[in-house]
């Protein structure tokens, strides 16, 4: 048995990984996955509390895996640092992954995901034609600006969330995500 912890940021992040799961782990591997969530009350709490919180979990066969947006910090110097707290705590396996620039970036990723939770998406000409979702400058802003509001972070991470093809997706930060947890698997 394998209990797999995700320490997160914020709820959306919770609600987008619960729809995600299921396209992501095989469905005779989750029979001995259990899936646990930590969810903070954003990155100041999440930098403050991480290492006690993993020093506190008391099931052996965990494994972590830590992610938190970038939002404007220099991402290397932002993983080097959880990572640090990581390696100060009792934990032994644990994945640090950076979402970068925020959440929002992997579902520019994936516009027919977006599409599909949202039939009223119509991306401009400009988002269509981006390589990089990870340098969108505040995603969460122009999803909600591209959806005329319907996007909200939980409700619609939740949406989305079930659509993200992991084979379609363009986003580095997704794509490292992804690996994360099939290297926290293995």
């Not at 591997?29 to 954003?42: A, H, L, M, N, Q």
């Not at 020093?55 to 991402?75: E, G, H, K, T």
């Not at 509001?149 to 084979?167: C, D, F, M, T, V």
Request: aromatic share 10%; glycine share 4%.
């Amino acid at each position: 048995m394998i209990q797999l912890v995700f320490l997160l940021e914020e709820r959306s992040a919770r609600a987008m990984i619960e729809g995600l799961l299921p396209t992501v782990i095989p469905y005779n591997k989750r029979e001995s996955i259990e899936f646990k969530f930590i969810v903070f009350e954003g990155k100041q709490d999440l930098d403050k509390h991480l290492k006690r919180k993993l020093d506190n979990y008391q099931v052996p066969y965990a494994r972590f895996i830590v992610l938190r947006d970038q939002d404007s910090s220099d991402c290397r110097q932002l993983k080097d640092k959880l990572l640090s707290e990581c390696s100060r705590s009792k934990a032994t396996k644990y994945i640090v992954r950076i979402a970068c620039r925020e959440l929002e970036s992997w579902y520019f990723g994936d516009l027919e995901a977006v599409k599909s939770a949202f039939p009223e998406f119509k991306p401009t000409r400009r988002l269509g034609t981006i390589k990089n979702p990870d340098m969108i400058d505040k995603p969460s802003k122009v999803l909600m600006e591209a959806t005329k509001g319907l996007y909200q972070k939980i409700s619609g991470s939740r949406a989305i969330g079930p659509y993200l093809n992991p084979a379609s997706n363009n986003s580095p930060s997704f794509k490292a995500f992804l690996n994360g947890i099939n290297k926290a698997l293995d």
